[in-house]
């Protein structure tokens, strides 16, 4: 695999000549310092990766032709739900970048009772084309070619009436650690920083979900999500996804 990765939307064909949009050009040309004739590796999320390289080193609209596939990954066998709840900005590009380096393979952003961020109209656009670049610029800096799909925000009930066919765990302070590796599809829900209310918790749990402890420290939420991931994970061996 080429040095840089770059992601880019739409069908990738060996031969095809590509102009990319400016956010790409910009970054791959000024950010990344590529000239004409520099090779990289491409990837749209389907899990191939392809050789390209730069016909028009324009940092607004670049230009490449696209090579051989040169890398396959298999499309995960299991797939990881994150049910995260809306967090501060900061903090919640940092778990969406650290749940796509851990290979969860949906993401689910959730307002709860006790969130505090909220998003609406053009706002909400702007930061969910904010949330999907960072989602791939993680997947081109850990090597990952299947992107994750993001999914909201929305309400923490309306993802209980329409739950992912998964093992579901509910992060709680009060709860025991993981007492068995999950054996199908999982959903991890992280609360907000104050964590679920008392009857979201017990909605969560009569649709079937296990309450899923951390120790005794409470932990901040990103943190919380990050290490209950690795928990996951490990779990399965880190064969899966």
């Not at 770059?6 to 791959?28: I, K, M, N, Q």
């Not at 990289?40 to 230009?63: H, K, M, P, Q, S």
């Not at 800096?141 to 799909?149: A, E, N, V, Y």
């Not at 929305?154 to 993802?159: H, K, Q, R």
Request: glycine share 8%; charged share 25%.
């Amino acid at each position: 695999m080429r040095d840089v990765r770059l992601f880019v939307a739409g069908e990738l064909l060996p031969g095809r000549t590509l102009t990319l949009e400016p956010d790409r050009s910009h970054y791959l040309c000024r950010v990344l310092r590529q000239r004409r004739g520099d090779q990289l590796a491409v990837f749209a999320g389907d899990g191939n990766a392809y050789d390209a390289v730069i016909l028009t080193a324009d940092t607004r609209a670049c230009e490449i032709t696209i090579g051989a596939c040169t890398q396959t990954q298999a499309a995960p066998r299991l797939r990881l739900h994150l049910g995260q709840a809306m967090i501060k900005s900061d903090r919640a590009d940092w778990v969406l970048q650290k749940a796509t380096e851990l290979g969860v393979t949906d993401i689910w952003l959730l307002t709860t009772q006790r969130t505090e961020v909220h998003v609406v109209g053009e706002r909400r656009a702007r930061r969910e084309r904010h949330w999907q670049r960072i989602i791939e610029g993680a997947c081109e800096q850990c090597g990952r070619l299947w992107l994750p799909r993001l999914h909201g925000p929305l309400p923490f009930p309306d993802l209980l009436n329409d739950l992912p066919d998964a093992q579901i765990y509910l992060l709680d302070p009060a709860a025991p650690p993981l007492q068995s590796s999950p054996v199908a599809d999982a959903l991890l829900l992280v609360g907000p920083e104050g964590g679920f209310t008392d009857p979201e918790r017990d909605t969560a749990v009569a649709a079937g979900a296990t309450l899923l402890g951390l120790g005794e420290t409470i932990l901040r939420a990103d943190t919380a999500a990050v290490a209950a991931i690795t928990v996951l994970r490990q779990a399965w061996g880190w064969a899966a996804p």
